[in-house]
Structures are given as C-alpha cells and as structure tokens.
C-alpha cells in the first residue's frame, strides 16, 4: 500500500531554515507529535541554492542544466532515469507493531516559486563517458504533473522487530514546460493509521535498540522490553569447527552469547537452509565462516551481473520484504586453518591492542579519466575527512593519484599502522589502486596494526570468485581485520554517498555502522519508477570480517575469569586486558597453551594461574603487571608529555619498545632470558625474582643508563614452575610471570 499526497498550494511566503548536522534528523527540519494512533510530522527546508551545470566534459553536450541543492546532507535526491533530479526527505517512522491502513494528510502549507533559465538537471545511471546521455525529452515538454506529489508514504515494514514506515517529503515540485518551481517552506504532514486489537511487543537486545534508535526518527530506547546479553551466531564448514574454539571463547570472555553450529550438524548445506537457521535462531550477530564452497552465499558469483550481485544481505533479511538487515552479520570468507587463525590472531589482537596505537587513517584515491573523475574519486574522501575523522582528532594521510602518491606511498603508508585504509577510484577482482593483492603479502611493509579497509570501487570485494582482493586483505599475515567492498561494478556518485553514509560514528561495534550507513544510504534515493539501483547496492556491498569487532577497541576490563575449559593452539594469539586482575583455570576448569601458541595477560593488580593451567614448552606466555590504560587516556598522556625523544625506542624481536616499556624474552623460557627496556634518564634499577611462593630467590642492582638497557639472566639452576619477575627504575615499576619449562 503506498499513500500519495499531492501538492495543495495555501500559502506563498519566503522562509529559509539553516542545518543542523545529527544522526536524526535535526529538529529544525523536522519536529515530530506523537498520540495514540498518529504522527505529526512539522516540516521547515533548510537553506538551498540553484547551481547551473552542463555535461559538457562527459559527453561533450554544452545544454545548461539547473540543479538544487539543499545545504543539509540529509536530504537525498529523486533517482528516475532521465527524469528530473530534484531534493528529497525521507523521515523513518516508528509505528506500533501491527499498525495497519495508513493515511497522509497535510495542512499549513508555506510556499514560494521561482522561475529558471535552464531546465532541471536529468537523473542518470551513473555519470560515466561511455553512457549515453538521457533525458526523457517528452516529459520535459510536459506540465510534470507525474512527478507532483508533495508527499508519499512507503510500505511498512519492520526493521529488527520494530514496525515501520516511511515519509518522503518532496519540497521541490517541478513545472518543466514553464520551467517553474513551487518550493515547500514549511508544512505539517499527518500520519494516521489504525491501532492493532492487542499490542504486539518483542524483546529487544540494547544493541538492537541503539540502531533502531538511530534509525527512527521518533523512537527512544528502552520504549520495548530489551535484554542486554549479546547473541552472536558462528555458522561454519566443519573444518574450522575446532580451530574456532579460542576464538568463540574469547568472544564468550568479552560477554557474547556464542552459539557454534556447522553447516552438516546444525543449520543444512544450502542457503536457504541457512537463513531458516538464522531465522530461527534471530541472533544480534551473525558471522559466517568459510568459502561460498563451503558456506553458499546468493547472487551470480563471477559478478557478471550488477543487478545479481554475489551477497550475503539475503541471510540479514528476516523479516518483511525490506531491504533492511534484520541481524548483523560478515563473513571470514576462508579457505585454509591457518587463513583463519590469521584473520582471527588479527581481530584479537587489535581490540585489545587498539589503545597502543595513534587514531590514524589513510585515503586512496586514483586519477580519473579526466578532472570531472578525479575530483569525484577524492570528494568523498574529503567529506569522512572534514566531517568524521577530523572532529575525533585523527591524523589523515590523503594519497591521492592526482598529487603523485605511489605504490610506494602506499607501503609506507601501511608500515606507518593505521586504523582505517580507505580506497576510492578504479578496481578489479585482484587489485586496487596501485596495488595488487598479491603485493599484501610482499615484503614491501612492516606493518604492526591490522587495519579496516573500505573500498569504494568495482568488484575489489567479490568473495564470490576464487579469490579476490578483499579475501586476500583478511586471510594475510601482513593484511587488516576487515574488508567492506563491492561484488559487481559499482558507481560513482552513490559509492561518494554511501562513504559519506557509514562514516557518522553510530556505534564501535563494526556490522551496526556499516548497516545503519547502508540504511542512511537507502534513504538518499527515492524513485517513483525504478529503485533496482538501491537495491543492488544494499546487496552487493558486503563485509568480510566480523561484526562485533570493536574497532575502537575493548579498553579495560575489569576482569577476565576463564571457568570454561580452553584450548590455545599452535599459531593462535591470545591477548586480555584488565584493570583488576586476570584468573586462568578457575573454579576447577584448565587453561592449556600448546607448542607453537601465544597468550598474553595484562592486568592492574592481580594474575592467578590455578593448578590446571599449563603452558607447554616451545608456546609463549606473557603475564604483566601493569595499569591497563583507556584510549582516552593514553591520548591525554600523548598530547601533555614533555619528556618526547626521537630515539626513545628499541627494537626487540621485530616490535619497537616505547618508553617505560620492558619487554622479557622468552617467555616461556629453558635456562636464560633477557630483559630489555628503556630509561629516558639514568638511574637505579633494581630487579628481582621470586618463586610462586614469594620466596625471593634474585636480587640484583644496576646503573640504568639512558637509552637501552639489556639484563641477562642466567636461571639454570631453577627448578621448573613460575616465578615473578619484579623491576623497579625512577620511571616505572613493573611485575612480570614467567614461566620454566
């Protein structure tokens, strides 16, 4: 059912409202009246202007066209096919579960008109060289009375659970043969509908509310029942079944809900299979594990078809015929144990090292054919940069093709630890830019962080083929932890306005800001003959990484006690944070870390390893004492140091020891091991050792120098067991477990 209004003239009066930029809808554009069975929707525009165009560079056409633009980036744009383009509002509403027969009225309508000297610029497909120019010739001799609706309301809907509607306010109405515009300055626009015969409530998860929040102008949290356990579903190919365990236990330690299930024990082999599963099981959280040969996804895979793109969207859409995802959900799109062990040794590391590293971005853009290309390769880079980046103090790099940036640049860049790679420009299956996905695993960087990439170009993120570049990003050593990128060829005005969509600082969590930028993205198009457009970029979009990576990183916990059973495998990395303290193998449980594993506790004031915890010869173990310190904090402690040195570092088995750092090697150790650390000043330093007893067993007192300092000890004569490392300089105090085997 879709409900029209058309345009009914009251009143002309000239009136101009300023933006105000918001994740809703600024109230000075919109103002909402809520009783029992309708919504009042008070509308006022914001400051707008008439910019004369041409094509003239594309298509060698010289026709002067007219275009609107309203000053709020809110505001989208009608997407008709050779139809004129013109300023659009969508507002989301939030109704009551089986609210039903809606109704649009309007009153108090305040208008202007004006005339123009060229027509109203022509939508298009896409701006590109090679195709043709359109314009629907018959309607610009027409009086535009198909295109004369001040309002419409869509279908409803429901988005995670929570009935919906939408309103698309058209504030501009178009007369092409007399080249006249009536612009809607303000106006209320009534919704009403019928109440259902009993209420219909769902229980809500709190990070469900946030994003429905978000996305509805009109609701607040906590208007539903909600729990606040997270449900996270890891649907995988058996083979990783095993290899999953420290991870889901680690997701299990953050707080997650996990439910593992395979594909031939749990869910079923095909995709629809699947998407009952999720269905039935309506989780906050999906993260799919495998190759579509292991773990199908919908679409043409060899992305020879834009409008069949190879998706995973299909699992997210549960409930209604929306395009809006129900759950979040990614994938680690793997082929191989040791693939996934990356991609996981990865994910761990970086939110629980995320506070280690400065807020840094660094933006790709190439060179067009021409500067109408490359000015809109970089514009959306510009925008994230001015509008998100910069307003949360990040140091953004733009390597851009125009001002000479290289392949080079590109490894530099990457070697300099980023938290956000951003990609726009041309792109294939293999590569990006200047870089080709077999160069991810080159030595060509050295790069300690794992970052996000966003790639806004053709077919960078079709996990349908053998491999693409996304797939190789996630599966490296040497790539980041996710990759956001398209299956099919993509377009050059939306992808800019779908980066400039993701980039609003909804959430930490990974999968809630990509969905709500995609839904935002949704709401920038509205057509009255065609929204197939839309709809292949909700699908062919996809994330390969997991939802629930906190790219703003855990910060400090608590407390981590491990009660459940753990296994950390060969090749698995490991790391927990605390500000009290760490407990391994409580409550009768064992924590084992096998030959070839890497487990790394750091807690404020307390480790306690339990009989049951055992480290085997050749893994390592880590276990520091040491304040566990927040992002913010750090960044306060960075922006007020005085004590700066450019050589205050040293490199110690490949990674570089900052000030006040120590760095005990290795861990677990057979006769000797090294302690290296740095002093910005000389003085005493005293070191001891005690067994688990608190017997001391070493005592030693030094001259620390300034600049490096190496300490060896010679623990031979040791029986096997854990002891106590203790240093104490003028500049920090710092105790360490070690562990004899």
């Known amino acids: 059912m879709k409900n029209i209004l058309s345009f009914l003239l009251l009143l ?17 554009i919109i103002n909402l009246t809520e009783t029992q069975n309708q919504i009042s929707v008070d509308f006022a525009l914001s400051e707008y202007e008439v910019v004369d165009t041409s094509f003239s560079e594309l298509y060698g056409n010289n026709t002067q066209f007219s275009y609107i633009s309203v000053s709020n980036d809110r505001f989208g744009k009608t997407w008709d096919e050779g139809y004129p383009c013109l300023p659009q509002l969508t507002v989301n509403l939030s109704v009551p579960n089986g609210a039903s027969n809606f109704n649009l009225t ?16 022509p939508s298009q497909e896409d701006l590109y060289d090679s195709l043709p120019f359109t314009m629907n010739e018959s309607y610009y001799q027409s009086n535009g009375l198909m295109f004369s609706d001040t309002a419409v309301l869509s279908e409803e809907y429901y988005y995670m659970s929570k009935e919906g509607i939408s309103l698309t306010i058209f504030p501009f109405i178009y007369n092409p043969i007399l080249n006249r515009v009536i612009v809607i300055k303000s106006g209320t626009f009534m919704v009403s509908y019928n109440l259902p015969t009993s209420a219909i409530s769902n229980e809500i998860s709190e990070v469900k509310e946030l994003v429905i929040e978000n996305f509805f102008q009109n609701y607040s949290m906590s208007q539903n029942g909600n ?20 991870y889901v236990n680690y997701k299990r330690n953050l707080g997650f809900d996990v439910t593992l299930a395979t594909t031939t024990g749990n869910t079923g082999t095909s995709a629809s299979d699947i998407k009952d599963y999720i269905d039935w099981r309506f989780p906050d959280f999906v993260l799919l594990v495998g190759d579509v040969n292991q773990v199908p996804t919908y679409g043409t895979l060899d992305g020879s078809d834009d409008w069949d793109p190879a998706t995973d969207l299909e699992y997210t859409r549960l409930d209604g015929n929306d395009f809006f995802p129900d759950v979040f959900l990614g994938r680690f799109s793997v082929s ?18 995320r506070q280690q590293f400065d807020e840094k971005v ?19 880079h510009n925008y994230v940069v001015n509008n998100y980046f910069n307003p949360l103090s990040y140091i953004s790099d733009k390597l851009y093709e125009s001002n000479g940036a290289s392949t080079t640049d590109i490894y530099n860049a990457l070697s300099d630890n980023p938290i956000f790679c951003l990609y726009s420009g041309h792109g294939n299956y293999d590569y990006s830019f200047l870089f080709y ?10 790069n300690s962080s794992f970052p996000l990439a966003f790639s806004f170009a053709c077919y960078t993120g079709n996990f349908g083929v053998d491999e693409c570049f996304g797939e190789k990003w996630i599966r490296s050593l040497s790539g980041g932890v996710s990759y956001f990128g398209c299956s099919v060829h993509s377009l050059v005005e939306p992808d800019i306005k779908l980066e400039k969509s993701i980039f609003m600082d909804y959430s930490a969590l990974l999968g809630q800001m990509i969905d709500m930028g995609k839904i935002f993205f949704w709401n920038s198009y509205h057509s009255s003959t065609n929204n197939r457009r839309w709809k292949r970029y909700m699908r062919s979009y996809n994330l390969l990484g997991d939802p629930t990576f906190n790219y703003k990183g855990i910060g400090c916990k608590n407390e981590y006690i491990f009660s459940n059973n753990e296994i950390i495998h060969n090749n698995e990395q490991v790391y927990y944070r605390a500000t009290d303290r760490i407990v391994a193998a409580a409550n009768g449980s064992t924590y084992l870390i096998q030959n070839g594993a890497n487990v790394n506790f750091f807690a404020g004031n307390e480790i306690v390893l339990n009989p049951g915890f055992t480290a085997e010869n050749g893994s390592t173990f880590n276990a520091v004492i040491e304040p566990c310190i927040s992002m913010s904090l750090k960044s306060n402690i960075i922006s007020g140091s005085n004590n700066s040195n ?44 005690f067994d688990v007893l608190g017997n001391k067993i070493n005592y030693s007192q030094l001259k620390g120098i300034k600049g490096n300092n190496t300490y060896l000890y010679d623990g031979s004569n040791l029986v096997n067991g854990i002891y106590l490392f203790k240093i104490t300089t003028p500049e920090f105090k710092k105790v360490i477990v070690l562990l004899k085997n």
């Not at 009066?13 to 000075?28: H, P, R």
């Not at 660094?362 to 959306?380: D, I, M, R, Y």
Request: glycine share 2%.
């Open 12 to 28: 002309i009066i000239f009136s101009l409202i300023f933006e105000v930029n918001a994740q809703k809808i600024s109230t000075n």
């Open 106 to 121: 309007c009153s108090n309508i305040i208008a202007d008109t004006f005339y123009l000297s060229h027509p109203i610029l």
């Open 227 to 246: 729990r606040s356990n997270l449900t996270f579903l890891i649907i995988t190919d058996p083979m990783y079944e095993s290899a999953l365990s420290y």
């Open 336 to 353: 191989s144990i040791p693939e996934l062990q990356n991609i996981c040794n990865k994910n761990i590391f970086m939110e629980m090292n």
């Open 362 to 380: 660094k933006l790709v853009a190439a060179e067009g054919q021409n500067n109408w290309w490359t000015s809109h390769f970089e514009e959306g």
């Open 437 to 446: 996905m077999n160069n991810i695993d080159a030595d060509h960087y050295s």
């Open 646 to 689: 450019e050589n205050s570092s040293l490199k110690t088995n490949n990674k570089t020891l900052n000030n006040n750092e120590i760095k005990v090697f290795p861990n677990p150790f057979n006769d000797k091991f090294n302690a290296n650390y740095f002093l910005n000043t000389e003085g005493k330093v005293i070191i001891e050792i």
